[in-house]
């Protein structure tokens, strides 16, 4: 078993360094012969074709190699210059993510019509929170990358920058760079994940979702997982770990009791998170008393709506697809974890916007060190030498958003795989058993 420990440079589990032992990646004996399994007492055979017919039109399936390389070898690929992290180059981008946040409320304030519950001024302030939630979650995504040593040298520089930047965002800092790194660390595991660590079928609430799938339909199904997953997905993980390590068990980013996701000294980590926090609703107060609470609904927490929703749509992309398998302890290596990651064609300005986050993210798991403006040029040089193993879905976002939030209800394994099916897979398997 791989074991996690604290301290490594800038205090957190890194996801190729000294903090966590990698296992060697050599020759893997795996096997792309589906495997069938039971379902509720029935038979329910699942394999490439039936993976192929759901992905038809967009790709071919992924076809998993059964040899992977050696680490050394893929971060060799990579050019040397993109590990470097200039400070000036880092906070330029930042500057610019934090001017245009600042920027676009104030002239939307006095170009856009007064908040009114009329349909012309309703329209104008979703169109801005939807464009303002877009801008700010570029924000996000360079304190995403101070909590992973990707934004300078200097730990207490990068961790300053991160703290304040996702602290204004509402963001524990701290108790989210520790409960990413886990995620890094344990990348399509099936019981040790962090993050959209998915159902599976035989258990209580896979089963349960699978019957949801089958009394209202796929359609009502898939508009219930968005709004599970996009509204309400990051706060249920902040608050209560959904979609987390089952073998950790629930979590709060807030309140520090769960001792394998925040051990020893993070504790106090988590709670100097709750005082940026607590800064921030303070300052959210004080405005709300100075300008009126109807200011800072329409400029603060309508846009602070759609930055979650990019960020839980990303994860929720880059690890997710019917093909992208998790695995079990078996099969699982820190690598294979890693390529399991989907690239995705995010349309600008939106991919400039977040700093290439969704088009790059292969490379950010291989190596999560390497600054986001080196990224694309990491991603081509991965592309290139290991074409076999780089996963990238051309589908345009909406559609394979879509295609996720219907085809992907539960897991079931094959062999030390497990794959998503929903309910007409098991149906159709039943009247043939």
Known sequence: MVELEVGSANGVVDNVEGSVTIPKVGVQGLSDKSVATKLESSKVPLGDAGREAVLEGWRKPYNIPEEFPEMSAVLGCIPKHCFEKPLYKSMIYALISVFLTLAFPIIAWKVLPSPALNLWSILCWTMYAFWEGSIATGCWVVAHECGHNAFCENKYIQDSVGFVLHSALLVPYFSWQRSHAVHHSRTNHMSEGETHVPQQAVDSSGGASMALYQWIGEDSFAVINLINHLVFGWPAYLLFGATGSPKRGPSNHFVPTND???PGNWKWKVLLSDVGIL????????WSRMYGSKQVLVLYMAPYLFVNMWLVLYTWLQHTDVDVPHFDEPEWTWLKGAFMTIDRPYPEPFDFLHHRIGSTHVAHHICSRIP????QEATEAIKKNFPQFYLYDPTPIVPALLRVARKCVATVP??????????KDASTALKTE
Do not use: D, K, S, W
């Open 372 to 375: 986001h403006y080196h990224a």
């Open 260 to 262: 394998r996701l925040f």
């Open 279 to 286: 800064c921030t609703i303070a300052a959210l107060v004080q």
């Open 414 to 423: 094959e062999g030390n795989r497990h794959y998503y099916t929903f309910p």
